[in-house]
Every structure is written in structure tokens, then in C-alpha cells.
């Protein structure tokens, strides 16, 4: 008799008590739309439901591991946490040798995590953040600990020149970020950097560091959908200086924090973090493991269906949630640090799984990329398969509806919930090619509330990859609730929006 996993055991009989706070009673405000279809599926899936205290919203989040050795090397907080990882790595049996996907890498946990463990990764990530930081993590062991003090010494005592002349190139969104003395000196080490004869690991480090420190020695703040600007800079400034002038009201005052930092002490605080980090995990003898971490800065639609079948022992992931943030403003400054430019950035920002109400749909792209790759058949399958999903169309109508009503503050959510899910079911659908029988997959996603309209992504997702043959196992659900935003609880009343991560199995 096959032996049931942790995932698959019966849920405690206390935890029945909890379940009636997160069941949605109404997915339509004032029963404006239908819903019928989300309520079969919330009916559906209340079995495998459980509330459940072994993850927490520290799990799912940047905050378990920003104290970490390691882990803490890139302030991603849109990570999840080295914790949740081992947890679902013991409950999914994987074991040494075995290959583990990651389609949204991030920082890098699962890949890290697994590394530690002997268990291979491959994973895709669009933001180049993501490679500075896993190529960082994965030398550790690597790295000449005498390089790096030298390093750090040296740029503790750089002295740049009175009449230097360069600074920190802007963009638009970006413009003005830095006090003066901040956007010269980060242009200066940047080239200090590149004409040095550090190793090529050592410069990699030295450039998470930098990109690390830059938020706290500038004017903004990375806040939801976008930067938020310090009354300080001169870009709030020159903006009262004109609505004073236009007879506007003037933008309130806004300290994004008490100090606005020194780029040079920051820089030096990042490298002694990580430099200290080595060393401990170098002197307690941790051998280097043998397992590879294949990534590649790239989308996981146009990589996914390259990968063998039946090659991946289970999946670990957390895609950029339905929620509007756009993580290429949010990183504006880290990414014009590496290099990109105004035009860049766009083509990236429409290249990320559909976030933001500036996306546009990207089904023409992937039906010429199936049919270039002489797999058309398999498109119109997953393309179709969507189509015919109740709950999703419902959604999409009833999106339709409160657009025309004026209950959306923005056009553009309509298609970015499209766009959403309909990329990631294609997503759905490779990973269960890919995945080996038995495989366990565990997503960690927010569901969301728009125009009164409430889209329960845990039980739509796991609906869809129940269409492609995935099994489905357990729902876990946070204690912790999203909160609603203020604007919809005034008009709409507030409805549970459950944190949850899905798991399926093969």
C-alpha cells in the first residue's frame, strides 16, 4: 500500500473550526455578476482547505530570511523564505540527485536551498537581478576570503577626485534619485570596479552590495505599484515649485526615511555583511555539494516547453502575484544600475508574466512561438483547455461588466487578469509535461479582490492544473488574511482573501 506524504494525510480535526473566516460566502458585490461557476469551485476544493500554522506570512515573504547567512545577500522582498523550502522539500521526498523547478527564480532560495541539500535546479527569471544575486550565492564556497577584505580595504579608502565630473545615469522614473554627492560617488566605484583586476566572482559581489545599498542612500522607497519619492528630492520639489504656480495643492510632506544614506558606509556595511557570511560558512567546513543550479534570464513561457519531459521531481515556486506591482519600477534603480535604459526596461516590463495593467497579451507571441517549434497542436490544446474553463470565464465576464459599470479604476485590469492566468495556465500545463509521475508542485500566490469582484487564484489555478492532469492535494491557507484595500471595503464591505500555497501532484 502506498504510504500517504505529509501533503496528502488527513487535515486535524481542529482545524475545521477555522475554515468558515476564509470560505468567500460572496464573490460578487451586491450580487452583481454571476458567480455560480467560483462557487462551485470554492465548494470543490473546501476539502483539501487547511488553515494551518506550519506557514506563517514570515514563510512567504522576504522576512524569515533577511537574517540568514546567504539568504539575506539580496533584499528581494518578494521572496519567499529558506524555511518554507526545506519544509516542502520534506514533505515532497525529494531526494539527492533529483532535479527541482523553479519557473520564477527570484533571489534564488529554492535553487540555494536545494544546492545545500545535493538536489539539482533549473529555473528562469526575467529581471537581471536574479543572476547578480544567485551567481553571488552560489560562490561561497569559492570565493578568496583575502580578495574580498582586500577588496572591501580598497574601496573603504577610495578617494574620489574634487572635479570628477561623472554621475549615475537616470531615467525618467528614476530621475534625480540621488543626493549629489550619492550619484557621483555610485558612478565613480562603478568604474573604479570595472577597470580593477578583481576577480570576475569578486566584482559580481561587489555589485550585489552596490545594488543592495542604493535604495536607502536615495529619495525613494519601493512601495506597492511604484517608487515612492522623499519630500527632500528635487523632483518633489520642482513639482510644488509648479503646482504652487498652477494653483494646485501642494504634494504632502514625505520622509521615505529619517537619513537619506551614505552610498560609500552602505557599500562598506554590504560587503563586511557578506564578507563575515563567508567566512563562517566556509570555516564550518560546508562542502561544496555537487549540484548543479541551471538558470537562465529568461521567461519560463518560451523556456518551459524546451525542457525534457518528465525530467523534474517537483516544483517550488511563487509567481509576481496579481496585484499591479511592477517589479520594473519598484528595482527603477537597480536596474538602471546595470546597465538598462528607458527602452530596455519597457520591452522587460512587457516580457513579465502579465502584472501590471500595461501589459498586453501575449497569445499571438506564444502561438508563433508553438507553431515555430512545430508544436501548434499542443498550443490550441492549452489554448483551449483555458477557454473552456467556467470559473475563468465567468471571471473575465464579470471583469467585462464592472468596466462598463466604471467599478475599475483602471481599463487595463481586465486584460492583466486575462493575460494572468491565461500565461500561467500555459505554465501549468509544461510543468505537468515536465514533471516526473509522483512529482509534487507547490505555488504560493495571494488571491485578489477587484472592482468587488473577489478571484480566487488558489482554487482557479489549481482548477487549471487539475485540466491539464495534475492531481489536486492541499490547499494550504495562512492564518494571516490579505487585508483589502480601503477604497473596496468602503464600497464593496470586506471579504476574506486567503494566502495561500497550492499544492498538486503528477
Known amino acids: 500500500m502506498e504510504q500517504l506524504t505529509l501533503f496528502e494525510m488527513p487535515e486535524m480535526t481542529q482545524e475545521f473550526a477555522d475554515k468558515a473566516n476564509y470560505i468567500v460566502e460572496r464573490f460578487s458585490a451586491d450580487g452583481f455578476c454571476c458567480e455560480d461557476a467560483r462557487q462551485a469551485l470554492e465548494k470543490k476544493y473546501e476539502p483539501i482547505l487547511e488553515i494551518t500554522n506550519k ?84 560562490n561561497v564556497m569559492r570565493y578568496d576570503i583575502e580578495e574580498i577584505k582586500r577588496m572591501t580595504d580598497t574601496f573603504t579608502s577610495l578617494v574620489m577626485p ?129 549540484a548543479n543550479i541551471c538558470f537562465k534570464q529568461s521567461s519560463a513561457l518560451f523556456e518551459l516547453p524546451q525542457v525534457q519531459s518528465e525530467s523534474i521531481t517537483g516544483v517550488i515556486t511563487s509567481p509576481p502575484y496579481c496585484n499591479r506591482y511592477d517589479y520594473t519600477r519598484t528595482y527603477a534603480l537597480e536596474l538602471v544600475y546595470l546597465g538598462n535604459g528607458e527602452e530596455n526596461i519597457k520591452e522587460m516590463r512587457q516580457a513579465l508574466l502579465s502584472c501590471t495593467v500595461e501589459n498586453k497579451s501575449k497569445v499571438e507571441a506564444l502561438k508563433e512561438y508553438y507553431e515555430k517549434t512545430g508544436a501548434l497542436d499542443r498550443f490550441h490544446y492549452i489554448y483551449d483547455a483555458i477557454k473552456t474553463n467556467a470559473a475563468f470565464q465567468e471571471i473575465i465576464t464579470a471583469m467585462e461588466r464592472r468596466k462598463s459599470n466604471g467599478d475599475l479604476n483602471n481599463k487595463g485590469v481586465l486584460r492583466m487578469v486575462e493575460g494572468y492566468f491565461t500565461e500561467l495556465a500555459f505554465i501549468y500545463a509544461e510543468l505537468y509535461r515536465i514533471c516526473k509521475k509522483g512529482a509534487f508542485v507547490a505555488f ?16 482557479l489555478s489549481t482548477s487549471f492544473a487539475e485540466q491539464f492532469g495534475f492531481t489536486p492535494v492541499k490547499v494550504f491557507c495562512l492564518k494571516q488574511q490579505k487585508g483589502n484595500s480601503s477604497q473596496q471595503m468602503k464600497k464593496y464591505g470586506r471579504v476574506p482573501l486567503r494566502k495561500s500555497i497550492t499544492i498538486w501532484k503528477k
Open 162 to 290: 574634487k572635479d570628477y565630473l561623472g554621475k549615475t545615469p537616470y531615467i525618467t522614473i528614476t530621475d534625480t534619485a540621488y543626493p549629489e554627492l550619492n550619484e557621483k560617488f555610485i558612478q565613480y566605484a562603478k568604474e573604479w570596479i570595472f577597470q580593477s583586476d578583481y576577480s570576475n566572482e569578486a566584482k559580481n559581489l561587489f555589485t550585489l552590495c552596490m545594488i543592495n545599498s542604493l535604495e536607502r542612500c536615495s529619495y525613494t522607497s519601493k512601495s506597492g505599484q511604484y517608487l515612492s519619492w522623499d519630500s527632500r528630492s528635487k523632483k518633489v520639489f520642482n513639482a510644488n515649485v509648479a503646482r504652487k504656480k498652477a494653483g494646485r495643492k501642494l504634494l504632502p510632506k514625505h520622509y521615505c526615511r529619517e537619513v537619506i544614506g551614505n552610498i560609500r558606509e552602505a557599500v562598506q556595511e554590504e560587503l563586511e555583511h557578506v564578507l563575515s557570511d563567508i567566512k563562517m560558512i566556509q570555516s564550518n567546513g560546508y562542502m561544496e555539494s555537487s
Open 444 to 459: 504560493v500566490n495571494d488571491n485578489v479582490r477587484y472592482g468587488g469582484e473577489v478571484i480566487p487564484i488558489d482554487y
Open 55 to 138: 506557514f506563517d506570512r514570515r514563510s512567504v515573504s522576504y522576512q524569515l530570511s533577511k537574517k540568514d547567512a546567504l539568504h539575506s545577500w539580496l533584499k528581494y522582498k518578494e521572496g519567499f523564505s529558506a524555511d518554507l523550502v526545506n519544509t516542502l522539500l520534506d514533505d515532497m521526498d525529494v531526494r539527492i540527485g533529483d532535479t527541482v523547478m523553479d519557473p520564477f527564480m527570484g533571489s534564488g532560495t529554492t535553487a540555494l536551498v536545494c544546492q545545500m541539500r545535493g538536489i539539482h535546479t533549473i529555473g528562469y527569471d526575467i529581471m537581471p537581478l536574479s543572476e547578480i544575486a544567485i551567481k553571488a550565492k552560489v
